[in-house]
């Protein structure tokens, strides 16, 4: 049979030209640092932690307390995003409690790397790739240390025992014993006393935890400040080359490309999609024939066959928010970024397996009107 390739929407080029001329003239004016009140909205990524740690050693300092040293099982998660790697370059921090003799979490060469019982007992494994946001957790119950990406377990090796402790202070972009921060950006860092599971990860892993829970000591939003958003344990910022920013605004995202969704004049839909393991190779999901508004669809091997519907709902009127859902006929693995210009994002994840579950997020962003 032979293979069918769409015609273009009417218009498509046109109307994209004009709209990016549009934004073009408009500028983005909210790139910068900024500092916003806390607030869970819209979470991940209201605002993030910047640093430009190849150049300049900065990162939030976040005093000692015997809290912060969890000895029966740990938890160490955070968003992350790395922006460049110089050649040679072994170890950037993302958070530590001085890996010689504590915790530690980080990227080494491409990989996620893990202490929990000081200097001899480095965990590697789990690609943190460059320039794409990726949420990352380590997790040790004195027994086995666990890595997962985007929650994906990556690592599985046995512990060597409970994790150790520390006097020193904890900090995030950097370590008291591994002052390397990296290039690059770091969000929501949560610090726990129990083990999280990978069921538990993946159920906050783009949703705000506000709150006290059992077994959390931390939660560092860096929504424009240091502070634990739950509790004792606030950070401060040292250094130098450091900044708190958001997302570019525009007055609207133009059109749909062959590989993004433009839905509501205002959210642009991407995708990427894998059939290996963790860290394989990925794939760029394309865009379905013609969109309309306010939903569209994404296939991923053939033009014919397609794999996810999105679609976007002003709730503005219901519940003050912006809903977004999605439906699939797939079972491998993607990724969906929604990002509204209007200064928000949210990123969902299908895992490989059973068939792709529905996403009803009728919460999604906070940014009526």
Known sequence: MPDRTPEPCPGTTARRGLRLARIALLGLFAVGLLLLPSSAEAQPFQAWFNTNGLAQHGYVRVPPNAALNPTTAITVEAWVLFASQQAGEDCRSIAGKNFLQAWWLGRCNGQLRSYFRGGASAYTGGVIPLNQWTHVAAVSDGTNVRHYINGELVLEQPAGGSPTTSSSEMRIGSDVSWERSPAGSLDEVRL???????????????????????????????????????????????????????????ANCGSSTATSLCLLDRFIVSGKWRTGPPGAAEGTAQVADCPNEGSGLFWFFSAINWEVMVKAVNGCGLNNRYWLFSAATTNVFYRLEVTDVHGAQKIYFNYPGPPAPAVTDTNAFATCP
Do not use: Y
């Not at 939660?219 to 900044?243: E, F, K, M, R, Y």
């Open 192 to 250: 726990w006393n129990v083990v999280r599971t990978q069921d538990q990860l993946r159920a906050a892993i783009n949703e705000p935890i506000t709150s006290a829970m059992p077994g959390l000591v931390g939660v560092w939003a860096l929504d424009g400040n240091a502070q634990n958003v739950v509790g004792p344990h606030d950070g401060s910022v040292q250094g130098a080359g450091t900044g708190f920013l958001t997302f570019p605004v525009a």
